[in-house]
């Protein structure tokens, strides 16, 4: 039972390695646990790769600067961020989100979602490993084609065409900050329809995305 248990744990524990070592490979396409869920139910779901070369940089600086600005400086963990979130629920204050793209890469391909300590404790020793190995222009490209951006609608490809209908490489400034700031509940958030307040937030995108300088020359 205990030899069996460990071949369990050395298992978990060595396919999101072997997984990230493969998903190097420019010609690998990697699918999110979401993906492999929709595809076990019979679930309907899109999703079409495209190199990062063929997304509109906009959209590429514009999840940056709404999801992880400081992604390009990090080491897969934002410390401060993550600290500062600590001290907040330690003081009673409401949780509130400190991922960042390499923890949400790491989760959508290799966890399950929901709000969970233990995942997310599994989330962090994983993006660093991630961020390691993976060079942060590669990061953006899986994580641009794994996202899911309405039920069922997975990378950016798909939902250029499923909400704008028109390719990722020719999303407007304005398409491409109401498809970043749609991210954090694609659920419940249109950009094709957005609301007075998702429009607020995609002004401040587009026009942090176009300030975005420095913080976005990782992805260039």
Known sequence: ?????GLVLLTLVLAPVVLTLIGLMPFVHPVSTLMVRDFVTLRAFERHWVDIEDI????????????DGQFCAHGGIDWGALS???????????TRGASTISMQTVKNLYLWQGRSFVRKALEVPLALGFDLVVPKRRT???YLNIVEWA????????????HFGVSAADLSRRQAALLAVTLPNPYERDPAKPSPGLRRLADIIEKRARQAGGHVDCVK
């Open 1 to 5: 039972m205990l030899r069996r248990a």
């Open 56 to 67: 509109q940089p906009l959209l590429v600086h514009s999840v940056i600067m709404s999801e």
């Open 84 to 94: 500062s979130v600590i001290d907040g629920a330690l003081a009673g204050e409401p």
């Open 140 to 142: 953006m490209e899986i």
């Open 151 to 162: 039920p069922g609608i997975y990378g950016a490809e798909a939902a250029s065409l499923y």
